[in-house]
């Protein structure tokens, strides 16, 4: 098989594809994090979390090895970057390799009540913001002092990493995420809960909703700013056809998640929109969305061809290969995987193929060179 004769580079490559372009080739942009390349060379998933530089530095070994990738959602593992106190809160926290887990197991969402249903009244009445401000000790038992000296220590690091990456000639996409208020209080109340609370007090989930997704958008546009990369990941999972009917994503999910992308747009972002499992019912909504300003980032349980069929002359697909595959499949099941993607998705333009969300731990190298050198070998249909 003869590669594919460049005449972009990896940058335009990727920005031809945001903007719905001619490109003269499908880019191909892993979500990857430090744990994949580590475990390849010889490190624990515990070890990632100690010694940030030797694992940015396997991550450059095995994008060498691989012959390069065109671009990196985040450049690091440092990508969790929140200016302000009540902005990191916002992220559940996690269950750590080394310390609450097995050293090889990925880190887990430790989800609990940390938000009650009495507590609406009072975030309605205050914001997110004011509310995480006065209890803020309950997300977070440290001293905000040490809140602060990490998140400098974050934004440190990030910067480290996409001035390596530019060095590359990679392009790093997002500089900031946050989440839609469905995802975030769902996390916060735990999934269950929040779900009877639609149901019961859907009027005051929505005041809720209503009094707090001006702070997410405030965090994210400030992060943004700090890191200076041109995107804002809107990382979604719960409000799709997977979890709920659409009578419940047309009032709780929908109408924020455009107001967050609507604020995005114009302060020049694009919002790379993280679909988690199955959102295909969703999918004709995204085309009231700013067109060529955002991306829409699938899994593979989402029907990427119905995607592409909805969205081909509006916005942006990036995915979508499954972590299953990546983890035991073979090569020439990932090629055959990449190579009708990249034909039939690829077909016209705007398309990125990518990793299902985050490459896993447990992936085979020979499987992921396989998923880099497809966008480089195979071309999308005439």
């Known amino acids: 098989l003869v590669m594919i004769k460049e005449t972009m580079t ?25 744990f994949f390349p580590a475990r390849y060379k010889g490190l624990t998933n515990a070890d990632v979390l100690t010694d940030l530089e030797r694992a940015r530095l396997a991550i450059m070994d095995v994008f060498d090895e691989v012959g390069g990738w065109d671009g990196l959602i985040y450049p690091g593992y440092a990508y969790m970057v929140a200016p302000k106190a009540w902005a990191v809160v916002m992220v559940p926290p996690l269950r750590q390799p080394g310390r609450d887990l097995d050293v090889n197991d990925p880190p887990q969402f430790d989800e609990r009540e940390y938000i009650m249903a009495e507590d609406y009244d009072e975030i309605i009445q205050l914001g997110w913001k004011g509310f995480a401000q006065k209890y803020y000790s309950r997300f977070l038992p440290v001293p905000e002092s040490k809140l602060v000296a990490w998140a400098e220590r974050q934004l440190e690091q990030f910067n480290i990493d996409t001035k390596a990456w530019e060095q590359k000639g990679v392009l790093s996409l997002a500089g900031a995420m946050t989440l839609t208020p469905l995802m975030f209080f769902s996390l916060k109340r735990t999934l269950t809960k929040f779900t009877m609370d639609i149901h019961r007090y859907p009027d005051k989930v929505t005041a809720v909703m209503d009094a707090s997704v001006d702070d997410f958008i405030e965090g994210a546009l400030e992060a943004a700013q700090l890191t200076g990369l041109p995107c804002i990941m809107l990382a979604m999972e719960r409000g799709g056809g997977f979890y709920y009917p659409l009578k419940i994503f047309e009032r709780f999910e929908f109408p924020y998640m455009k107001r967050m992308v609507d604020a995005f747009t114009e302060a020049g972002y694009i919002t790379i929109l993280h679909f988690d499992n199955n959102w295909t019912i969703n999918l004709p909504y995204l085309r009231e969305l700013p067109r060529a300003k955002c991306i829409c980032e699938l899994d593979s349980t989402t029907d990427i061809f119905k995607a592409k069929e909805l969205l081909h002359d509006h916005m942006c697909i990036m995915g979508d290969v499954p972590a299953s595959l990546s983890a035991v499949g073979t090569p020439e099941d990932m090629g055959t995987y990449c190579k009708q993607r990249i034909e039939k998705v690829g077909k016209g333009g705007g398309y990125i193929l990518s990793s299902g969300c985050e490459v896993p731990p447990d992936t085979k190298f020979q499987n992921f060179k396989t998923m880099i050198d497809a966008a480089k070998i195979y071309r999308p249909l005439e």
């Open 10 to 34: 990896a940058k335009e490559r990727v920005w031809a594809a945001i903007n719905l372009q001619p490109l003269d080739r499908v880019p191909v942009m892993p979500l990857i994090t430090p």
